[in-house]
């Protein structure tokens, strides 16, 4: 079979994607050479992964990988895939860097460790503490600074929330299983069937939990950054109001949705 008519089994783009993966050749290449032929052997490695996609198997999962902040993250079923949406935390952290030192971060949930990773890359001598409560997790994340080289300047950590943290952090980031349940009924279907229901969902209780225990490892004047999801704004920054903070900042993703709402301890306002 020809480039070209492999491409056309599926959606373009995932096709490329899926075809390259399978051929070790670029996109790029695919897409000026549609008259090649595939070897056979390719060519069953290329339906083998249509399989999986048109079982509603994320790309992300079916490659291993996934895009963030211009860099290439390992994924595997254990993580969530990260997301454009994320990218609003980086932006707003390395904006606020531009202004305060920033010498020690903190992650709650580490996930990939996309955000911990990415924010150690762009914020020079800057180190962290990267927590989650599976070490499956753990090791993806792990997996992800050795390939980035900031393996020296991370330590990551078996921990459910604040249990097994200590020390004191300029920044607490976090992206927390926030959706409630209710809401499975309106998320994508691909979603619910392969990627981790433990952070997924939470609804507004890991927020509780920041808000109650964040005081005692942050610095003088620290900040904590979260992402929320739709509509949880107003309860959010009350659960956070209720334990002392206040809001210094509320930014919205690329699709203008409340994302992140940023907090600093009152100190008796």
Same mark, same amino acid.
């Given at each position: 079979?020809?480039?070209? @008519?492999?491409?056309r089994i599926i959606v373009p783009l995932? !096709?490329?994607?899926?075809? #390259?993966? !399978?051929s070790g050749l670029s996109q790029e290449y695919l897409i000026g050479h549609g008259e090649d032929e595939l070897s056979d052997e390719i060519y069953r490695k290329f339906l083998a992964l249509v399989e999986r996609r048109k079982a509603l198997e994320p790309i992300a999962y079916i490659i291993g990988k996934k895009e963030f902040y211009g860099r290439d993250f390992k994924v595997t079923k254990d993580v969530l895939i990260p997301r454009p949406d994320s990218e609003t935390l980086i932006n707003v952290v390395l904006d606020a860097a531009k202004d305060c030192t920033i010498r020690s971060i903190l992650e709650l949930g580490v996930g990939s460790g996309c955000l911990v990773l990415t924010l150690l890359l762009e914020i020079e001598k800057s180190k962290a503490m990267a927590v989650d409560v599976e070490q499956a997790v753990l090791e993806v994340a792990r997996e992800n600074a050795i390939a980035l080289g900031v393996q020296d300047r991370c330590e990551f950590v078996l921990s459910n929330w604040f249990e097994g943290v200590d020390g004191k952090y300029d920044i607490i980031i976090s992206n927390p299983p926030y959706i409630e349940e209710y809401e499975k009924s309106i998320m994508a279907e691909e979603t619910l069937k392969y990627e981790p229901s433990l952070a997924l969902f =939470? =609804?507004? @209780?890991?927020?509780?939990?920041? !808000? #109650? @225990?964040s005081h005692k490892f942050l610095t003088a004047n620290g900040r904590i950054y979260v992402e929320i999801g739709v509509s949880q704004e107003s309860q959010i920054a009350e659960i956070f109001h209720t334990n002392g903070y206040k809001v210094v900042g509320k930014y919205r993703d690329i699709e203008q949705r409340m994302r992140i709402i940023v907090f600093t301890l009152a100190r008796g306002e």
């Open positions: 079979m020809k480039i070209q @008519e492999a491409l995932e !096709a490329r994607i899926l075809l #390259s993966n !399978a =939470g =609804g507004l @209780e890991p927020y509780r939990v920041i !808000a #109650s @225990e």
